[in-house]
């Protein structure tokens, strides 16, 4: 019986739910709390708390160190489901003494990032009319904004921890790490093709092709 | 069974749900009528009708006159089915010859105010560079419009029952009623911070907790 | 020295004002009165009155009736100057007894009619999967949605003149007349393919091609 | 029991499938395979490969030509699932050496039209400040953009077969053929009223009435 | 002569500067820096440097605290000129042990707040179904999202001075300070009305609108 | 009296051009022409002509194949100054045998690839849940679309010349090339931060940094 069960839950789902884009992009409700974490249909609205809009103890991060020296909490409809839909995502950085963060790219995201401890050296580079990169040491109080698409870097420039807050414009801003996304990507990218893109010679490439990369988790986003 | 059942119908849902935003915002179909109304997924085609766009009688409205001297008929995709997706909403309210509606905000939408009996005074307030209140009476025939986002007042100064017709750009505008949402909204706001955010004594913020503001039904969106 | 000046202007303008287009679509301020009317620039706020968001008087249009027997009032950015940039027009039609608008298309718009007088018989055409004819007659009290981009069509069905307000939700819906812009197009569009498109013989088409159709003036925006 | 099941079923889905739209409209995610094809939810990303992007051989079209000698071969989300919600369709025509599209109108697309073999005449009319017809004939390796919402022709101009790219920049365009959209909707548009609007006599307009008009199959999005 | 030389600029400018909001949202450039800023033309990128993105001290406030035991460091496109088009905006609030912000609406932006110092209690405020309060008391480290659109307040909670930082989604998000907009907004609203609406005598409005109220200077957005 | 003039026109631009970004996407005119080319600007509609929508002769570049292989020809405002706010943008590539475009991102648009002659292989890289290479060998007639803002890679696989046509669904999609935004990058980009960020030795960086790279003049967008 259980397939006659299928067949109506199937039916049902065709006929009911080819979801519609619509022509006006404003929400229709107050919130969408995401249900379950990293969904987006909506949990409802009677069985939300305010613990869907929180997240507690961002600074007292719990996983240590990455092999960048990095350790990362991130804010968004995966972690604190009231996110979903808002268009805003939150992150704590904690950056060890040499700690960085590969050059990147969030093609669908402005970031805005804070310093809260230490110092950090943060830069990006536009598309046009030139690869121009404009870069800038931040001291603990100083902000510096990432324009949306634009290659950026971040490292620490301290002698001890450094600590950063980011904001982005999107629930999910996407995260295209270099040369990770080249590298990384399985199956291999063809490499003598990338020989030829990087200049660099073929065994070098498929010798960058069997790395350990930055740690790209659930986590960040 | 029907554990299984529901089982079945959760896997189903989480594969073939994880609904996305699109890169596009423009509609994929004619129309996305709201099956049921008031809910977001499309009727199928072949069942909808020329009534599922249309609605009767907002010229004789059923509810009496509220406490505030209103009655309203609301037409947006909770009473129409037709108006999910498509970006607008209309009304038509009737005031008694002292009636008014509260100050109020429509966070997601701009408003069009046309008057079809008696005389309105209306009135917007600016947010920047400073508090401007722009208002006007306007009689039979006569139009005004409020800005997207900004508060604003509406009250018969005729001596005769008034009428308006009204349209916004959204399908679910949101209304946000002063000093409603601040006094009414449940559980209490902590009294003594309002209290001095209104520069009035606690017991009379109390007070004011106690009463029974405007009745915002269903059909007010 | 005009020249002169000519070419500072010139520099000052390619300098200053590249307008970008920003990845955020949100307002940057409360409003911004056109200035001129019809323009997109925004009129110094401290010369802004609410008569910048008002129109008087639609109840009486000055104009007669046209060949089709319709009067309208349109009220968008070119006629209140207070409706540029907040995606709202608004219009009164009245019908004489025989009065009709031809089918038309708004591409970049819904409306919402609503019926103050008389009765009027809408209906609109979808795109797919075929071309269905949606239509009702409305009797006084009545509204009708048309979805964004329908060709759709309008005619008085009452002995008696009717009267209708419609609202759109953007500044310019934009209006594309069947057959006018066909056979109105200057240059005329070649007579050969417009005959076997409408599969009619050539010397119609011509003739057609020379007639006075729907009077399109500024003021149907 | 299978209508307790379908209550279950219901349940579910109010519970869980009001879906919101989003106040922020980037994409949530890579792509968003249809699945099925035609359908706007996601395809389980293990289980998309390349060819999901991917479509073969437009240039050697299934179909013969139809009566007004076009055949076309169509890419959107209705025949590559990899097309669904990332904003672009595109489309390969083949004209007869008479062969010609009616003029018609995508309410919700620019397109741009490049020739690969023979020459076309394409061309749009404008809507305001008056109906004026831009046109030009394309050669082998011309192009020509089509702004969005204006009515369009395109005829072949060569003794030749010619064929044409086009792409636009929606999922779905929607067509809105002139005079098809007119004459072939069902039930009929009211042929007095059509007759006026037309400026022809209604004995013309109810045989246009019962013609075979231009071939909009599931192929032409 | 100079009345010629303004009547060439006039001119100049009603044939160029005729701005097109465009049928794509997306940004044009990589940024435009607001010149000079508060404005939305572009700086030229050649002049531009990494401090247009930047902005030093956002932990040393320069104001004193306010009447609400309130000092704020607002950044967004007027203080930083780079955040210009790129939706975002950043602020860092710090509030003496009693202080407070009044409940507020930001209609054009959702807003993240992240406790930098001692322990804040904040809390909105649904629209629909009901009037529903959702607060929370977050301490150093917590973080909390408000949805767009929606009256929320802050208050310090703690016996020492408390500092958030906040980022919101757009450039400007718009302050509608409750009761300020209502009671300091002028000329005044009628008196009688708001009393009514208020549920308050007519001479305390009128008191209350002689007062004070939240400094809302240029720095609040 | 140059300064003077300057003054006035300074004047004028602030009180006339503090352009409004409107709370209504949707265009406010059939097309904008841009005035001069590249410009935002809009031409006057009476000096536009039917070529300002039109180029000829993609088929046949002027420019010599670069040192990757590739010969472009980019339809965009930047050349075809009716694409302006259209929300489109078109390119023809040629491809010596052993060409190759870089490994690149558009963070503003999607792109669909369509092979006209010769054989093609194209593949993307996702950001989430792992870096998955999607790729496929593109034959004469076959088509693949490279989802917005991901990492991708095209390269002659033919033993003759092969040449593409792609859209892009904006007017500047924007190019990051992999590794020139890197490498190219003026003043330098850190080496020692990029050897670690590469697992390369920062004399091979350094190295890099010297290096001449992928042609991107104005005619790749």
């Known amino acids: 019986m259980a397939s006659n069960v299928i067949l109506l839950i199937t039916l049902a789902l065709s006929n009911f739910i080819c979801i ?3 022509f006006d992009p404003r929400p229709l409700q107050d919130f969408c709390v995401a249900d379950p974490p990293g969904n ?6 009677k069985a939300v708390t305010a613990n869907d809009f929180s997240l507690s103890c961002l600074n007292r991060p719990t996983d ?11 804010d968004a409809a995966a972690t604190v489901p009231g996110f979903n839909t808002l268009g805003l995502a939150f992150a704590r950085l904690e950056y060890a003494p040499s700690g960085y ?11 805005v990032i804070y310093v809260l401890e230490g110092a950090i050296e943060v830069g990006f580079v ?13 001291n603990k109080g100083d902000l510096f904004i990432i324009p949306v698409g634009l290659l950026h870097s971040q490292r620490n420039v301290a002698r001890t921890n450094s600590v950063t807050a980011a904001a982005s414009n999107t629930q999910t ?28 010679d073929e065994k070098t490439v498929k010798d960058l092709q069997t790395k350990s990369w930055y740690n790209r988790s659930a986590k960040t986003m």
């Open 101 to 111: 963060v590969p050059p990147h790219i969030h093609p669908r995201s402005t970031e």
């Open 173 to 200: 801003p996407a995260f295209i790490f270099m040369p990770d996304s080249v590298f990384a990507a399985k199956p291999d990218i063809n490499s003598h093709y990338l020989a030829g893109a990087f200049k660099l």
């Open 126 to 138: 536009t598309t046009y009319p030139e690869y121009k990169y404009y870069s800038k040491v931040l």
């Open 20 to 22: 519609s884009f619509a």
């Open 64 to 74: 240590p160190f990455n092999a960048y020296g990095i350790t990362a909490v991130l």
């Open 40 to 45: 987006t249909t909506c949990k409802d609205p």
